[in-house]
């Protein structure tokens, strides 16, 4: 509690301890032995562990599209992780299989859809993968039993700035990446979606069968929200599941003054959304939300186990709703989720995505006053793209010498902080831009006064220069 909890939110202790691979093998005692250690020793390797890992809760941690930490989320870890439950029967996870079944039934409500069923899964990746899936299964529902022989080539449709995840699941379904068209997107990001029809006719034009559009809404690195009513347009007109990748930008949906960003998703047929992301309802807790009600989710993923699902059971074996899933074993994630929403309420969720996305807002405003920072564009989410240009640059002429030089600016920056333990932030180059900082925004620990925001993080990153 002391070194994990309290310190790791002190913003005057490191982000992190930096040690390259083979020296923090070397400190660290890996090896495990014919016999046991004393506990003297298990209790300093939990101390080398804690203090060599990366502090996600602290504030000036912005790496990755999850931050901070949420204490009624942690006391319900620390319940599940107790009791050690497996959610897919009522008769051994009683509690949490209501929990889960009520956390949907909200979720699906702010989709705003009337009614639906949903499973939460080991992340968005997977929840990505269900979706295409099940469409796969709603199209040709053969392919269950007959498999992938004598089945039409399946097109998957994305856009260009999808989550890698989508190219994944088509690799793992046996639907071939080259069969997941691409969509392009605009300069902001966001799927254009005329090039998603053309790109429909060709696949038929082909004698491919188009069968699944995967919009996002939220993008990894931008965090552009696809156009969804225009999208839906389209898939209702060529008879096409839509699934909504909102495993970033769903949280949005209990904000009624962002909420406008996810306009349309009620008119998908699938929806990813990750509560441990913008909610902080830890990692992880990601659910697949479906707007079928008539049962498609289990009929796609049952196998009718009779040692597990029994249907002369003494109690109402609706409730046993583990064949939904591709798993077995199955966490109970809904559980610390449910427990957050409990503490704050709707309108506590609502106030942490708002005050995320004014912390942004923040940012980007005095970005624009400092010199030597350039936004690479106007964000809509919490996603904020900048270049750090430094002095010896700032008068060059933007040529080829000059975005040569400036593209490896980020990654040396990075390096320092990471190896001085001051803020760990992200880079990347992207459509054919140099490398550039990407900054996100979660933790309501980032800082309690706003007005330190901006100079907390551009000194920082000054300094290393």
Same mark, same amino acid.
């Given at each position: 509690?002391?070194?994990? &909890?309290?310190?790791?939110?002190?913003?005057?202790?490191?982000?992190?301890?930096?040690?390259?691979?083979?020296?923090?093998?070397?400190?660290?005692?890996?090896?495990?032995?014919?016999?046991?250690?004393?506990?003297?020793?298990? #209790?300093?390797? !939990?101390?080398?562990?804690?203090?060599? %890992?990366?502090?996600?809760?602290?504030?000036?941690?912005?790496?990755?599209?999850?931050?901070? /930490?949420?204490?009624?989320?942690?006391?319900?870890?620390?319940?599940?992780?107790?009791?050690?439950?497996?959610?897919?029967?009522?008769? *051994?996870?009683? *509690?949490?299989?209501?929990?889960?079944?009520?956390?949907?039934?909200?979720?699906?409500?702010?989709?705003?859809?009337?009614?639906?069923?949903?499973?939460?899964?080991?992340?968005?990746?997977?929840?990505?993968?269900?979706?295409?899936?099940?469409?796969?299964?709603?199209?040709?529902?053969? $392919?269950?039993?007959?498999?992938? +022989?004598?089945?039409?080539? #399946?097109?998957?449709?994305?856009?260009?700035?999808?989550?890698?995840?989508?190219?994944?699941?088509?690799?793992?379904?046996?639907?071939?990446?080259?069969?997941?068209?691409?969509?392009?997107?605009?300069?902001?990001?966001? @799927? &254009?979606?005329?090039?998603?029809?053309?790109?429909?006719?060709?696949?038929?034009?082909?004698? +491919?069968?188009?069968?699944? *559009?995967?919009?996002?809404?939220?993008?990894?690195? =931008?965090?552009?929200?696809?156009?969804?009513?225009? $999208?839906?347009?389209?898939?209702?007109?060529?008879?096409?599941?839509?699934?909504?990748?909102?495993?970033?930008?769903?949280?949005?949906?209990?904000?009624?003054?962002?909420?406008?960003?996810?306009?349309?998703?009620?008119?998908?047929?699938?929806?990813?959304?990750?509560?441990?992301?913008?909610?902080?309802?830890? &990692?992880?807790?990601?659910?697949?939300?479906?707007?079928?009600? %008539?049962?498609? =989710?289990?009929?796609?993923?049952?196998?009718?186990?009779?040692?597990?699902?029994?249907?002369?059971?003494?109690?109402?074996?609706?409730?046993?709703?583990?064949?939904? %899933?591709?798993? !077995?074993?199955?966490?109970?994630?809904?559980?610390?989720?449910? @427990?957050?929403?409990?503490?704050?309420?709707?309108?506590?969720?609502?106030?942490?995505?708002?005050?995320?996305?004014?912390?942004?807002?923040?940012?980007?405003?005095?970005?624009?006053?400092?010199?030597?920072?350039?936004?690479?564009?106007?964000?809509?989410?919490?996603?904020?793209?900048?270049?750090?240009?430094?002095?010896?640059?700032?008068?060059?002429?933007?040529?080829?010498?000059?975005?040569?030089?400036?593209?490896?600016?980020?990654?040396?920056?990075?390096?320092?902080? @990471?190896?001085?333990?001051?803020?760990?932030?992200?880079?990347?180059?992207?459509?054919?831009?140099?490398?550039?900082?990407?900054?996100?925004? &979660?933790?309501?620990? *980032? /800082?309690?006064?706003?007005?330190?925001?901006?100079?907390?993080?551009?000194?920082?990153?000054?300094?290393?220069?």
């Amino acid at each position: 509690m002391e070194e994990v &909890i309290k310190k790791a939110a002190d913003v005057t202790e490191k982000v992190c301890e930096w040690q390259p691979p083979e020296k923090l093998k070397a400190l660290l005692d890996l090896e495990l032995k014919d016999t046991g250690e004393n506990h003297q020793k298990l #209790l300093q390797f !939990c101390r080398d562990v804690i203090k060599f %890992s990366v502090k996600t809760n602290h504030p000036r941690f912005f790496n990755q599209l999850y931050a901070g /930490i949420d204490y009624y989320s942690l006391a319900a870890r620390f319940i599940t992780e107790a009791l050690n439950p497996s959610v897919y029967t009522y008769e *051994v996870s009683p *509690v949490f299989l209501l929990v889960e079944d009520a956390v949907l039934k909200k979720m699906i409500e702010f989709i705003g859809w009337e009614e639906g069923d949903g499973i939460f899964n080991p992340g968005g990746s997977v929840s990505n993968m269900y979706a295409m899936n099940l469409a796969r299964y709603k199209y040709c529902p053969d $392919i269950k039993e007959q498999g992938l +022989s004598g089945m039409p080539r #399946l097109v998957v449709l994305t856009s260009d700035e999808c989550h890698y995840s989508v190219k994944k699941a088509a690799s793992f379904l046996g639907i071939g990446t080259q069969n997941v068209y691409f969509i392009k997107s605009d300069e902001r990001g966001k @799927m &254009i979606p005329e090039e998603l029809e053309k790109q429909v006719l060709r696949a038929r034009k082909e004698g +491919s069968a188009p069968f699944f *559009v995967s919009a996002t809404a939220g993008t990894t690195v =931008l965090g552009a929200f696809d156009p969804l009513d225009e $999208i839906a347009d389209i898939c209702e007109r060529y008879g096409l599941w839509l699934h909504v990748d909102a495993s970033w930008g769903g949280s949005a949906l209990l904000s009624r003054k962002h909420c406008r960003l996810l306009h349309g998703i009620h008119r998908a047929n699938s929806v990813a959304w990750n509560p441990h992301k913008m909610l902080m309802a830890g &990692i992880q807790c990601c659910a697949l939300l479906v707007k079928d009600s %008539s049962g498609l =989710l289990k009929r796609c993923y049952s196998a009718n186990a009779s040692y597990l699902f029994q249907q002369d059971k003494f109690y109402d074996v609706s409730y046993d709703t583990g064949d939904k %899933s591709i798993q !077995c074993s199955r966490r109970a994630d809904a559980f610390k989720f449910w @427990m957050t929403w409990k503490a704050l309420g709707t309108t506590g969720l609502e106030e942490r995505v708002n005050r995320a996305l004014a912390l942004a807002r923040y940012l980007v405003d005095e970005i624009k006053k400092r010199e030597g920072f350039q936004l690479l564009l106007e964000p809509e989410y919490a996603n904020i793209c900048f270049w750090y240009i430094p002095p010896s640059l700032r008068n060059m002429e933007e040529g080829h010498e000059y975005w040569e030089k400036l593209h490896h600016v980020a990654p040396a920056i990075k390096e320092r902080m @990471m190896k001085k333990g001051s803020i760990m932030l992200g880079y990347q180059p992207h459509r054919g831009k140099v490398n550039f900082f990407r900054q996100v925004i &979660i933790s309501p620990k *980032v /800082i309690d006064v706003p007005q330190h925001l901006s100079l907390r993080v551009c000194v920082c990153v000054c300094l290393c220069v």
